[in-house]
């Protein structure tokens, strides 16, 4: 069992950038899980962002985010990040961290088994 806390939301420019971080404490370390990035929007449904396999060796990425963003993990630290650059006024949400035990990168949700609470992200035009 994994605990996730994200930190690092904020609010920001068009054209600005953010760092997201993902701490994760629990019985297993990090590297038991692939980890993803999610966002809802006010009124949308939960959206893929990104995903890292668990050795970092494999990533995948939405395509509206895809050359904008990276993710990366420390499983050291135990600590996945998501730089955002380059930010827009629809990256605004509420940004979750999500860890499976499934190997691979996965977009789907329903495949994740823990979720942080969350952190916001607000972009202003």
């Known amino acids: 069992q994994v605990q996730l806390v994200e930190s690092g939301g904020g609010l920001v420019q068009a054209g600005g950038s953010l760092r997201l971080s993902c701490a994760a404490s629990?019985?297993?370390?990090?590297?038991?899980?692939?980890m993803g990035w999610f966002r809802q929007a006010p009124g949308k449904e939960r959206e893929f962002v990104a995903a890292?396999?668990?050795?970092?060796?494999?990533?995948s990425y939405a395509d509206s985010v895809k050359g904008r963003f990276t993710i990366s993990r420390d499983n050291v630290k135990n600590t996945v990040y998501l730089q955002m650059n380059n930010l827009k006024p629809e990256d605004t949400a509420v940004y979750y961290c999500?860890?499976?035990?499934?190997?691979?990168?996965?977009?789907?949700?329903?495949?994740?088994?823990?979720w942080g609470q969350g952190t916001q992200v607000t972009v202003s035009s």
């Open positions: 999500a860890a499976s035990n499934l190997r691979f990168t996965i977009a789907n949700s329903g495949l994740y088994d823990y």
């Open positions: 890292i396999s668990r050795n970092g060796g494999s990533t």
């Open positions: 629990g019985r297993t370390g990090l590297s038991y899980y692939s």
